[in-house]
Nanobody, 124 residues
Framework: VQLRESGGGLVQAGGSLRLSCTAS????????MAWFRQAPFEERQAVAG???????YYSDSVKGRFTVSKDNTKNTLDLQMNGLKPDDTAGYYC???????????????????WGRGTQVTVSS
């Protein structure tokens, strides 16, 4: 399985960006999919995702501003980010698990497939 992100960039506070993740290869091996982000000197954290059953997850910091969507026919996971804040500045990574879980998994260690990431920078 390969994951490739696109859509990052530089935006002013209050602006919007849309990230897209495209999965290729043995996509039948994918269960949960998620977006993580990591700022310098901070741990990688789950931002939003969709589990195998189609349930969505959002971290408290992005609820009401970000919207995650998954297209199983296209093998994509998109993240629409509105109302961006400087604190949203980070590298954003698409990830997927290879097993089904009870409840959405937020631990990075549980994700076996990772993209290379795309940078999002929000200026004040």
């Amino acid at each position: 399985v390969q994951l490739r992100e696109s859509g990052g960039g530089l935006v002013q506070a209050g602006g919007s960006l849309r990230l897209s993740c495209t999965a290729s290869g043995l996509t039948d091996n994918i269960y949960d999919m998620a977006w993580f982000r990591q700022a310098p000197f901070e741990e990688r954290q789950a931002v939003a995702g969709v589990d195998y059953h189609g349930n969505t997850y959002y971290s408290d910091s992005v609820k009401g501003r970000f919207t995650v969507s998954k297209d199983n026919t296209k093998n994509t996971l998109d993240l629409q980010m509105n109302g961006l804040k400087p604190d949203d500045t980070a590298g954003y990574y698409c990830a997927a698990t290879a097993t089904a879980s009870r409840g959405f998994v937020t631990r990075p260690q549980s994700y076996v497939y990772w993209g290379r990431g795309t940078q999002v920078t929000v200026s004040s």
